[in-house]
Structure formats: C-alpha cells, structure tokens
C-alpha cells in the first residue's frame, strides 16, 4: 500500500539489511484509487498505528483483509454481544445498519472498536469521542479526516467477487426463491438480497429467523431480540452461515438450522428443489 516494492539484499542474515532496489508501483497513468480511498485502505489495514490498536497487533484488515471476510465466528461477549460470524464487506459499499445486531449507522462508528476492544488511542479528539459515543447518537463523520477516510475506503467496496456459478442455468431456482410461499424474497429482495434499513434514526428492521440462542449474546445491553438481514450477494464464498456461523453449508441453513420453517418454508421441498434453490443462491 505505499506503492513501492523494496529489495534487499539476504545473502547474509547476520549483516544489517541492505537495500538493493526500490521500485516505484504506481502506473504511467497515476494512482488508481481516489487519494481519500488509498489513505482509508492504509489506515484500515496498518495496526502499527497506535490510534487503531494499543498494541500494535491488530487492525480492521485482521479481520477484513481487503475488505473480505475471514470465514470465522469470534466470541464478543465481552464486547457485549455473542457469537458473530464475520461478514464481507465486498459489495456492500459501507452500507447501514452495521454488524449483525445493526448496533452501527454509519463506518465512523468503528471508533467505538477501535476504542473498546483495540484499546487504540482512536482517530477522533476526547473532546469529539465524548459527544459521539453513541453509536446511533450524534455523527462522527466529519470530525477526523482519517476516520472519514477509513470510511471512504468501506464505502468503496460496491463490487462483490464474481461468483464462479454465475452463468449456470438458475432458473428453477430463482422461481423457488421468488416463491410467495417459500419467503425467501421477503427479507432478501433483490438486488442485493437484503432489506437490511432503518425504519427510523435508531431503529433497525430486525428479524428472528429461529436461529437465536444464549450464546447469541445481547444488543446494546439490551436481549437482541433479532438480526439484521445480510445480503446474498456473494454467498458462495462466505461460510459459515448464520450469524453465530453454525451452519457450515447452505443446506444446512435451509433444513438442519430451520426446523419451524421460520427461515423459509424449506421443508415442503424434495430434495430436487433444495438443490435447485440452493444453485441459485450460489451464483449470486
């Protein structure tokens, strides 16, 4: 990310580094991205940053590395939530509401991170913090240039990865998903497979799909009471599923962690249709 590649010289191990070569990485056509955008993609992937992290050993690209997920489920109960499944943040665009209990409404809440679990010395002034720390309270955006600059960088990232599946023959199931009585395109209408919004300034549409339990943890101290619904687009590459990522594959998402039918009425289909439906979410 500085947009140079250095060689040194390994011959001796034992003898201070020598630089041998410098190479500068930026094309005869100048920088590609926005200098807003490549400063926030410095900023989100450098732990070495005592204002991201206390100790030098983490950042927001740990987990999110270039943006993507990293196919695990961390335990925040400290942090005052549960078991979380980490999401993609490609195709999102920076999107709100934020994490799986849409405790967030906009990227700058990631002080609230940074600060808590990080211990980071944070981006904005005390002065600034203490007026913002609610994260669906008063704005951070605008008060530190580098926060508005890691933001600029999330909301970059409108592009999902292709999925491999994409040009497969879905269409039996795209009409299963479609289906008024299956329900899947209620919470997950397209385009992007999600009605993922505030129905007002504070106040996420939530729902409990039946996959809640005490190691789910809690919203904001309070019982969560439902998930914010994650968008589809680029499922084929992002298991485990669920928000607690207990299920290891789609059909399990559709049967083995759906029992009453409150995630989709899967169980009227034979196992021809489960395939079906299943392609067609692949190939998103």
Known sequence: LSRELVAFDLGDLGAPQQEIARIDL????????????????????????????????????????????????????????????????LGRGGSTPIHWSANFDEVQDFENDVRGPQQGAGFLEDSDWDLTSDTLGEPKAGLSADLDALAAYVESLTDPPRSPFA?????AGLALFTDPALGCADCHPAPSYTDSQFLAPGQPLLHDVG????????????????????????LWATAPYLHDGSAATLRAVLVDRNPLDQHGATSSLDESELQALEAFLLSL
């Open 26 to 89: 930026v094309p005869p056509s100048g920088e590609v991205l926005d200098a807003d955008v490549l400063r926030g993609k410095q900023i989100f992937h450098r732990s070495a940053d005592p204002r991201m992290t206390k100790d030098g050993y983490i950042s927001c690209g740990s987990c999110h590395f270039d943006g993507d997920g990293d196919n695990r489920t961390w335990d925040f109960t400290d942090r005052g939530e549960g078991l979380r499944n980490t999401p993609s943040l």
């Open 211 to 234: 996959t809640l339990s005490d190691a789910s943890g809690q919203r904001m101290g309070e019982p969560l009471l439902g998930l914010d619904t994650p968008q589809l687009v680029g």
């Open 167 to 171: 040009d497969a023959d879905t269409s």
